[in-house]
Nanobody
């Protein structure tokens, strides 16, 4: 059974930094892509960033220049380094995993990030 466990969320002042982690386990196939999405109260879940197993990355415009995504294939872990945080970054951040062999998609339970002004 595939499981994704996120950590690293919390409360931070505007301008501060947080580092999110997501550990994947239970896969029978290598990771194809891992990513981060976020959902603010009353809003849809939005894409933040993704990284493929080769290290290629993609970012939402809101994350470019402030957030950095990286992957440790040996540890099946994806990280999101978030700098220069703004109150509008406040949301629940969800980890997403796509499996190489089947393209099946999995979600973590989410971790709350709150940025105070």
């Amino acid at each position: 059974q595939v499981q994704l466990v996120e950590s690293g969320g919390g409360l931070v002042q505007a301008g501060g930094s947080l580092r999110l982690s997501c550990v994947a386990s239970g896969m029978r196939s290598p990771i194809k892509v891992m990513g981060w999405y976020r959902q603010a109260p009353g809003k849809q879940r939005d894409f933040v960033a993704l990284v493929n197993r080769g290290g290629g990355t993609s970012y939402a415009s809101s994350a470019k220049g402030r957030f950095t995504i990286s992957i440790d294939n040996a540890e099946n872990t994806v990280y999101l380094q978030m700098n220069s945080l703004k109150p509008e970054d406040t949301a629940v951040y969800f980890c997403n995993l796509e499996i190489l062999a089947t393209n099946d998609n999995f979600w973590g339970q989410g971790t709350q990030v709150t940025v105070s002004s």
